[in-house]
């Protein structure tokens, strides 16, 4: 069997995140690192060959970044996976989401190719950048296969996949078959630190890059200046006025408080 | 004038508040047509409802097809009712369901996407969308340069203003493949309700996190005596001591209300990533130092426990 995880590399949340000139995320100025939500991704990958004994799995992680994206593949060869692809090719600078899911699919499609395609293809709930929660069910769209998104609790045997996920108004269980696209929120259960072993391990694993030509992708259908959805302008929020602050001393904070509602007409 | 569709919210034919709010936005684009996934017979109640706020139409398309599974059956219907009435927009109330539903969508219609937008208006070549990016620290303008503008559109992004509209029921059959049917929704299990309002609609929201120490009770108190939602950060989800459905977040719900009170809340990025655009802040955190404090317009340094059912007290005695 053949998992492929899509992790993503993001500008770190704690630090000051900011635009280039041309409205892009600035992904070099600014420290990264593998996105905290695809760690999950990696997790639950693992867990699924774990719960799996006796039965040969592959797992390749595969990140759609600059240059220092390869870091969010290492961290994962880290973690446990086994083999590392970087899509990496200048032409993709700027893509939106329907340009990254091309490429990330026709990544999967080559990295199955060799084994009869990929079985499993596991995402994280959302990037902590883009945040759109999209690529999962656009990869599903692109691939032809069944999308089971935003589970928290994933159960499987044989070729089948049960997964609980909470939606806006009920708790569902979804059931598929593989080959499916799966994607992970965090409620899944906390990611594994890699082990001195792991990160000696993950030195010797195979780490391959693909550029667009690699992938039969036409580098005219991708990056910034034909993204179908496109940046006009962002504005830094202005700092939020320093605000009152009381301190409570024998239940003065509570009056202090209704005050301030009241005038504010909350109340 | 071109049709802009707005996929309604509704739970069993109960049209929710976005879905005016993205009526109103539709106005400013074009021709409102509602898209109502759901039973025939509800079609007429519904269509009262939308048409108040100016729905042109209402496309029914019955629900019997699409809703055993997820997602993929909801957007081949939306591709096949686009490709007929040839829309200027289509929006879409930002759901994790429907952002997934507008993401197949743009694949097949071969359009441009944006989502999460908190406000969109009509521009010179088509709709401008504003969104509130990183956490709430940026907000970033654009717009759809290709194909049909696909935009789901944040709760509170309006307020619903009322029109007339037509409200003209009309059948939409849709045909789904089998190829959609892949994910089948085995089981559901519907939330409780819990007498209050909805989080992401409210008007105030009030929040505990792990400085409750699990106790929620003055939080709920509180709450109740400001007719608000409650939420919960992170912490108190993992802790076990509210459903995930409440939690505020990153990972959790996005509110915009027009009060935010943190109670018990350090503020770590990922919290403010759901709350930072509320209108006023309002915390209680028994650490002067909290980094909730940088954002508030009223902060009470003290003890959640004591603040809060005073206050609850306080303002049930002024309401008499
Ligand atoms: C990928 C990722 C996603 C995340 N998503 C989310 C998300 O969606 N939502 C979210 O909330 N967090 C999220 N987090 C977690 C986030 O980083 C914080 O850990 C979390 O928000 C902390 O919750 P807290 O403020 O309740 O707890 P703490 O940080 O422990 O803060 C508790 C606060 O309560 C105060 N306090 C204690 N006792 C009292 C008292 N008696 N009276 C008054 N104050 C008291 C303390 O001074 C302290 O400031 C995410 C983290 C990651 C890595
Ligand atoms: N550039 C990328 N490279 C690899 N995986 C990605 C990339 N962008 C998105 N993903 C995957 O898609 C998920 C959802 O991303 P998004 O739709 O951007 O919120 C992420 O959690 C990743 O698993």
């Known amino acids: 069997m053949n998992i492929v995880v899509c992790v993503k590399y993001v500008p770190d949340a704690t630090a000051d995140r900011k635009f280039e000139d041309d409205f892009t995320v600035d992904r070099v100025g600014v420290d990264g690192l593998l996105s905290e939500l695809d760690e999950y991704a990696v997790e639950q990958a693992l867990q699924f060959r774990e719960k799996r004994e006796g039965e040969e799995i592959e797992i390749t992680a595969l990140t759609v970044g600059p240059e220092k994206a390869v870091d969010a593949v290492r961290k994962s060869l880290q973690m446990g996976v086994d083999k590392g692809v970087h899509v990496l090719d200048d032409a993709i600078a700027g893509s939106d989401y329907v340009a990254t899911s091309l490429v990330l699919a026709k990544a999967i ?35 032809g296969l069944p999308q089971v998104t935003l589970a928290s609790v994933i159960e499987s045997q044989g070729d089948q996949v049960r997964i609980k996920r909470d939606n806006e108004g009920s708790t569902e269980v979804i059931g598929a078959t593989l080959p499916i696209v799966l994607s992970v929120t965090d409620q899944s259960g906390e990611a594994r630190y890699p082990s001195f072993k792991g990160i000696m391990a993950a030195k010797k694993k195979p780490l391959e890059t693909f550029s667009l030509a690699d992938l039969g992708v036409d580098a005219g259908e991708v990056g ?44 | 004038m071109s049709e802009v569709l707005v996929v309604i919210d509704h739970v069993a034919g109960e049209v929710k508040k976005p879905t005016y709010e993205l009526l109103t936005i539709a106005r400013r684009l074009g021709e409102p047509a509602a898209v109502f996934f759901g039973s025939p017979d509800q079609a007429a109640a519904v269509a009262e409802k ?40 289509i929006l879409l109330p930002s759901t994790f369901e429907n952002k997934e539903v507008a993401g197949r969508l743009a694949i097949k219609l071969g ?20 969104q509130s990016v990183f956490a709430g620290n ?30 003209t029921v009309e059948t939409f059959d849709a045909t789904i493949s089998d190829a959609a049917r892949t994910a089948q929704i085995v089981a559901t299990q519907p939330r409780q309700s819990t007498g209050r309002p909805e989080l992401t609609e409210a008007a105030i929201v009030v929040s505990g996190g792990r400085g409750t120490g699990g106790n929620f009770e003055p939080v709920e108190g509180f709450a109740d005596s400001l007719g608000a939602a409650v939420g919960a950060s992170r912490a108190a989800v993992d802790s076990g001591w509210m459903p995930h459905a409440f939690q ?49 317009d009223f902060g009470v340094v003290g003890d959640l426990h004591t603040v809060l059912p005073a206050a609850t007290e306080q303002i049930t005695a002024r309401k008499g």
Not at chain 2, 271 to 289: C, F
């Open chain 1, 109 to 143: 499609e080559k990295i199955g190719a060799e084994s009869g395609g990929a079985d499993l293809v596991i995402c994280g709930m959302a990037s902590t950048d883009a945040a759109g929660s999209v690529i999962p069910a656009m990869l599903a769209e692109r691939l």
């Open chain 1, 224 to 267: 910034l200046s034909v993204a179908w959805s496109q940046v006009e302008d962002t504005t830094e929020r202005p700092p939020r006025t320093a605000g009152e602050i009381v301190t409570d001393e024998d239940g003065s904070g509570a009056g202090a408080l209704v005050e301030f509602l009241a005038s504010k007409k909350f109340i």
């Open chain 2, 50 to 89: 939308v048409k108040a706020y100016g729905a042109a139409k209402l496309y029914v398309v019955d629900d019997a097809q699409t809703k055993g599974f997820l997602v993929a059956p909801k957007a081949e219907a939306l591709q096949q009712l686009a490709e007929k009435s040839s829309p200027a927009a």
């Open chain 2, 111 to 130: 359009s441009g996407l944006i989502t999460d937008a908190v406000d969109v208006q009509a521009g010179e070549s088509g709709p401008v969308t504003t």
């Open chain 2, 138 to 167: 940026f907000t970033v303008q654009a717009k759809v340069t290709h194909g049909t503008p696909i935009i789901t559109v944040k709760p509170n992004s309006a307020a619903p203003e009322e029109a007339d509209g037509a409200g």
């Open chain 2, 248 to 296: 505020v977040g990153q990972t959790g719900k996005t509110v915009s209300p027009q009060l935010y009170v943190a109670n018990g809340i350090s503020g770590a990025i990922q919290h403010r990533a759901g709350m930072q655009t509320s209108k006023t802040i309002v915390a209680v955190n028994k650490d002067p130092e909290a980094p909730i404090f940088e954002l508030v």
